[in-house]
């Protein structure tokens, strides 16, 4: 199955500053990368989704860039508050159903 | 309201015995998955079914079964087998294999006592 690698593990900033999640894949046919949001004691939730003839997509303080050449994409949080403080996964297409390990971004007020 | 139920929220389990976690979903998708959430992990994957009466062992399958008699529903059964079944274990399920939304039920805490 598909091999998702996520860093960092653990994020911490400061209210107000950005955050950025780098996942890498290992097969060169996918051409879907969610990235996923979970709050504690909850599953996780969509928050952006980019396919692979599109190399940058936008939705308010978040954005998703892929780099297919490179098999790398990242997720990018702007301005960030308290509430996105989660766990965020990401994965590459979803025929095997796996995620990166996760990363937890912690934004302290 | 379409959508991916679990239930129940929290269940205990002596040791032992076998306890069936239920998820369904009406969202007509064909594949749904189970993973285990251990505190602080990751997801991992314990078994997926693409369609109807088949399903595939995932990366922690031992200890653990299910059934997909039904589009809408995946049990899972957490076995004796298993030695260390304590954990949240979150449902799945997409319209496709790959290429769409994966919609998570609101996960199952499972306790040994």
């Known amino acids: 199955g598909e091999n998702v690698e996520q860093h960092p593990s653990t994020l911490s900033v400061q209210e107000g500053d950005s955050a950025v999640i780098k996942c890498t894949y290992s097969?060169?046919?996918?051409?879907?990368f969610p990235w996923y949001k979970q709050e504690l004691g909850k599953g996780p939730q969509l928050i952006i989704d980019?396919?692979?003839?599109?190399g940058e997509k936008k939705d308010q303080r978040i954005a998703v860039t892929l780099n297919k050449t490179a098999k790398h994409f990242s997720l990018h949080i702007t301005e960030t508050q308290p509430e996105d403080s989660a766990v965020y996964f990401c994965?590459?297409?979803?025929?095997?159903?796996?995620f990166g390990a996760g990363t937890r971004l912690t934004v302290k007020p | 309201d379409g959508g991916i139920t679990q239930s129940p929220k929290y269940l205990f389990r002596k040791e032992g015995q076998n306890v069936t976690l239920s998820c369904e979903q009406n969202?007509?998708?064909?594949?749904m998955y189970w993973y285990r959430q251990d505190p602080g992990q990751g997801l991992r994957l314990i078994y997926y079914?693409?369609?109807?009466?088949?399903?595939q062992k995932g990366d922690i399958a031992e200890g653990y079964s299910v059934s997909r008699e039904k589009k809408e529903s995946f049990p899972l059964t957490v076995t004796s087998a298993q030695k260390n079944p304590t954990a949240f274990y979150l449902c799945?399920?997409?319209?496709?294999?790959?290429?769409?939304?994966?919609?998570f039920g609101q996960g199952t805490r499972l306790t040994v006592v």
């Open positions: 980019i396919r692979s003839n599109v």
């Open positions: 079914s693409q369609i109807v009466n088949d399903f």
């Open positions: 799945a399920s997409t319209d496709a294999p790959r290429g769409t939304e994966a919609f």
């Open positions: 097969d060169s046919a996918s051409n879907y």
């Open positions: 994965a590459a297409s979803w025929i095997s159903g796996r």
């Open positions: 969202l007509n998708h064909d594949a």
